[in-house]
Each structure stands twice: as C-alpha cells, then as structure tokens.
C-alpha cells in the first residue's frame, strides 16, 4: 500500500500513513484530531515534476515566486487535471487550488 505523508491542522504535526488509496486518512497520533491534510510529497512522479517546475524560482524573490505561482498554477492545473483527472488533482494537490502563501 502507498505511504501517505500527513500534516495535522490542529497541532502541526506531521507524519506518515500507509494506506490505500480510497481509506479515509487517519487521525493526527500525537492529538487524535481528525483534521488532517494530505501533504503532496506522495504525489504521483509525474505531478511532483509539474509541480517541481512551479517551484523553480532559484534565487527569485517572494514577490517574483508569488507572481509565477499566480501565472502559472491555473496552468500546471489544467496541465494536471487534462493527464490525470480533475479529483485526483484535487485529492493529491489541494494547494493548487489556493492562493500562494509565504508562510
Ligand atoms: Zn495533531
């Protein structure tokens, strides 16, 4: 079964799940809280290389990385859900559909 990498929205924690693929995801170990979010480390090879694209910034600024996060996730998405479906993207990439946060 694949391995699943998690982060607890409660408390932060992160950890890692083995699972399959429709299981619901499991409770936080460290808190119990049910509110966790698939991080996209697992995702399929070939999403982590598109996303790995967007990633590319080098050495740009956050100002310049937000401005091609804004350009380029609509595209990277339409790429995504053309190859692989539109809920497996949002299954594996939820961050796609957000706004480029700096945190
Ligand atoms: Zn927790």
């Known amino acids: 079964m694949p391995l699943y990498d998690y982060r ?6 992160q950890f890692e799940a083995r699972h399959g693929f429709n299981d619901a995801a499991p409770p936080c170990p460290v808190c119990g809280a049910q509110g966790v979010e698939r991080l996209i480390l697992t995702a399929p090879a070939e999403m982590r290389g598109v996303l790995a694209e967007a990633g590319s910034g080098g050495n740009a600024t956050k100002e310049e990385l937000r401005d091609k996060w ?3 996730t609509p595209k990277l998405r339409k ?3 053309d190859k692989l479906g539109e809920d497996t993207v949002s299954r594996y990439a939820p961050s796609l559909n ?4 700096d945190q």
Request: net charge negative; glycine share 6%; with cysteine.
């Open 8 to 13: 607890c929205t409660e408390c932060g924690n």
């Open 70 to 72: 804004a350009e380029e």
């Open 79 to 81: 790429k995504l859900v």
């Open 98 to 101: 957000m706004k480029y946060n």
